[in-house]
């Protein structure tokens, strides 16, 4: 709890304040400031004006500058006029308080910090209404009221909600039974579960840079973890989800660090690979949202600060919590460490139920619904997870299949491992549960149905090198790309896919798992193709930027590369040979129209093996070079279609086609 003390007096201004508008509730015999105008009781004003009249003396201005203030962080003097002026305020009045949300902030990056913004109220009444007298519901995560909230939704879930009905099923191999309670003392320990069948929950949580904080089970400590583990040895997430577990009613927790052998490889080949129907089974799973470590725990208690400005009653004052990772795609958020590891991602799409301890609140999301305990989560149908659950139903199209897995890799991708080669099995869970799905056999991330289409990716960031150079993935798969990397597939914007359009012909798809789980750590893996492969020139311009630009030329005609990893530029002498398959020609949504897909290739080791390097998108036609005249380099007997500048010249030709028309198609290998 917080205050803040008056502001020094200022002049007062007579003249009616922007603010008027909430005062259309106030009683002019005990408001000076009443208003008797019709007005919505809600108007965006820039922050620059807010603080002039604050300082003019407004005491309603006041009130809503410093509930800013107290709260964030103002822009360095040098820049805080530039700054605030592209700031704007959006105020607006509810039954039980003000609600105020700051827009935007020029040139920060902590912008998910104040998107839902504040709330206001009256602690205490008095003759103006400008802030409503009222009170803030609890969001404390670890009171008994949202335990109770907790066994409301769940029970609500498991009564009525036909997706989220689970078969009864065995415990996983290990648990931790959480002991008999005597008072507020557990008594956890390692439990070997026998094949016996019961409920259980699941914790999903980051074991932190170093791993330090968290506790584990290793061959040296098992027998000792059978017997009891020690209560003040565990870290704060794992007391708290102990806790969590017991306040709604099971006995059993699984959690990862304890319930696998860390240092047994085949302990953890094993149970690893039964992580995504641990997940499936577990009656709710608990995601400690807010903590990078074992250290931050999950409970949090709503911060209010009260203020006591002068001539005025008591007001509070609280941040809203932040709702944006539920109204879209997900990606990486510093203010929620959990969705930026790989791993938890398919904890929380698996999961039949999950509860989010966040930095602001308690947010429960099922495979039908979700909910939150400020009560204003939106029902959201383009998450991840909405798109997964639609997914798994049996009357969903193919389409709808592969968009669903395009989507879980775009956003797995970006997350970050701690050890390199979890590449795949950290999403080894998902993949099993998309087998049977008419995506055809699963290979190194990827399927095997209209197999070219899923070697259209691209990384939507720069890749960076692996620069320990383990084996992950082969090069085609988007997993061989260092994990934070997003990938993009083209699937998202194809209109239909037809035999036709692919340019290559698929003889045999084969990986060599490096465990008993085919959907996990691979050894190797191989494509054999037939197409069409030419050579051309990469060329690196505009080296003042930062990664550059690569271009591919053949000829005249050039078109911009995405590469899948940054190159070493002092390692590499431009312009470079590379070569060049023809993938596919396809038709994407408008305004794209046609698009021609090229994968450029290095030579492997071995006569007929090439490595992928990036992929060239070409979208309507293929630019000349600066330095060539195009109506003599067009060969006779080709029909290149040409468009014309403002000036009449000629600048682009459709020249992908041209490139490969008279060569022949030889067998490949891609590793």
Request: with cysteine; net charge negative.
């Amino acid at each position: 709890m917080s205050h803040l003390t008056p502001p020094a007096k200022v002049l007062v201004s007579k003249e009616p304040c922007f603010c008027k508008q909430l005062h259309q509730y106030c009683d002019p015999a005990s408001c000076s400031e009443a208003w008797d105008g019709a007005a919505p009781p809600h108007f965006n004003v820039p922050w620059v004006k807010l603080v002039d009249s604050a300082i003019a003396g407004c005491h309603t201005c006041q009130i809503l500058q410093q509930s800013v203030e107290m709260f964030e962080e103002l822009p360095s003097k040098a820049d805080e006029l530039l700054k605030a002026m592209h700031k704007r305020v959006k105020i607006r009045r509810v039954p039980r308080s003000v609600m105020l949300t700051p827009q935007s902030w020029y040139g920060t990056n902590n912008d998910a910090a104040y998107e839902e913004g504040f709330e206001i109220c009256q602690v205490s009444p008095s003759g103006c209404d400008a802030f409503p007298e009222g009170s803030f519901k609890n969001l404390a995560t670890g009171d008994s009221s949202s335990f109770e909230q907790c066994r409301e939704w769940i029970q609500d879930c498991r009564k009525t909600h036909k997706a989220c009905q689970a078969e009864v099923h065995l415990l996983p191999r290990r648990v931790i039974d959480i002991g008999h309670i005597e008072g507020e003392e557990f008594s956890p320990r390692l439990y070997e579960t026998h094949n016996e069948i019961g409920d259980y929950s699941a914790l999903s949580h980051c074991w932190g840079p170093a791993a330090t904080s968290v506790l584990t089970t290793t061959i040296e400590t098992y027998q000792g973890r059978l017997l009891g583990i020690r209560w003040d040895l565990l870290c704060r997430t794992f007391r708290e989800g102990i806790i969590i577990t017991h306040k709604l009613g099971l006995r059993y927790i699984w959690i990862d660090s304890l319930c696998i052998i860390q240092d047994d490889i085949l302990d953890w080949q094993s149970e690893s690979k039964q992580m995504g129907s641990i997940y499936s089974y577990s009656n709710f799973t608990i995601a400690a949202l807010k903590s990078e470590d074992g250290n931050g725990g999950c409970f949090v208690d709503n911060e209010k600060i009260y203020l006591h400005p002068a001539g005025r009653p008591l007001i509070a004052v609280r941040r809203l919590p932040r709702h944006s990772a539920w109204e879209h795609y997900r990606t990486v958020d510093p203010h929620l460490p959990l969705f930026s590891r790989a791993w938890t991602l398919q904890e929380e799409l698996l999961a039949p139920r999950v509860l989010y301890y966040g930095p602001d609140e308690l947010v429960f999301q099922c495979r039908s619904a979700q909910a939150c305990l400020c009560g204003k989560t939106p029902q959201n149908w383009g998450t991840t997870k909405y798109k997964y659950e639609i997914a798994r139903l049996d009357s969903s199209s193919l389409e709808v299949v592969r968009q669903s897995w395009a989507s879980i890799v775009q956003q797995y991708s970006s997350r970050f491992l701690t050890i390199r080669t979890d590449r795949l099995p950290a999403i080894s869970g998902l993949a099993k549960a998309f087998e049977n799905r008419g995506l055809g056999r699963y290979i190194a991330g990827i399927w095997t149905e209209n197999l070219p289409i899923w070697l259209i990716w691209c990384r939507q960031d720069h890749g960076s090198i692996d620069s320990n150079n383990v084996y992950v993935a082969p090069s085609w798969s988007w997993a061989s790309v260092a994990a934070g990397t997003q990938v993009f597939f083209h699937i998202f914007a194809m209109r239909e896919y037809k035999p036709s359009d692919s340019r290559v012909e698929v003889l045999d798809a084969v990986v060599n798992p490096a465990g008993a789980d085919h959907t996990g750590a691979l050894h190797s893996g191989h494509l054999y193709l037939r197409g069409r492969v030419i050579c051309a020139d990469l060329w690196l311009t505009d080296v003042r930027r930062k990664r550059g630009e690569h271009r591919l030329r053949k000829g005249p005609w050039e078109t911009e590369v995405a590469l899948d990893v940054a190159p070493e530029f002092d390692r590499v002498l431009y312009p470079e040979k590379v070569h060049c398959l023809f993938l596919c020609s396809l038709v994407l949504e408008e305004p794209r129209g046609l698009v021609q897909f090229i994968l450029i290739l290095k030579e492997g080791d071995q006569p007929g093996e090439y490595k992928r390097r990036g992929i060239a998108i070409v979208e309507k036609g293929v630019q000349l070079t600066e330095d060539c005249e195009c109506s003599s380099e067009y060969r006779p007997g080709l029909e290149l279609e040409r468009e014309k500048d403002l000036r009449g010249n000629v600048r682009k030709c459709d020249a992908v086609e041209a490139w490969f028309k008279d060569v022949e198609e030889k067998e490949i290998t891609l590793i």
